[in-house]
Every structure is written in C-alpha cells, then in structure tokens.
C-alpha cells in the first residue's frame, strides 16, 4: 500500500490519498491538488508530489 498526504508537501490540508502502486497514488493526489489547491496539472506538480509517496 501507498500513501500521499498533503501535508507532506506544506499544505494545510488533510487529504489522503492511498493505493496499491505509487502511479494510482500520484494520479489521486494530482486531481485532488488541481481541484482543491489550484496546482496545475502536469510534470511539475508530479514532481512535487512522487518524492512524498510512501510506503504504509
């Protein structure tokens, strides 16, 4: 299992996002931070996201 939070990356924000591989994780956490924090979706958001991606 898989685990995103936001916090991780500074933001005040509970969301969780959990999956079976990094790749369902990261696509969970790219929609949640272009709909709740206006992020833009793409490379760089990825990029700050995929290092925070831990195992649980």
């Known amino acids: 299992m898989k685990r995103f939070e ?3 990356i500074g933001m005040a924000c509970e969301f969780r996002a959990e999956g079976q591989t990094s790749e369902e994780v990261l696509a969970k956490a ?14 760089e958001t990825r990029a ?8 649980v």
């Open 6 to 8: 936001c916090k991780s």
């Open 30 to 43: 790219e929609e949640h931070a272009a709909a709740a924090h206006n992020l833009p979706r793409g490379a």
């Open 48 to 55: 700050k996201i995929a290092p925070q991606i831990k195992d």
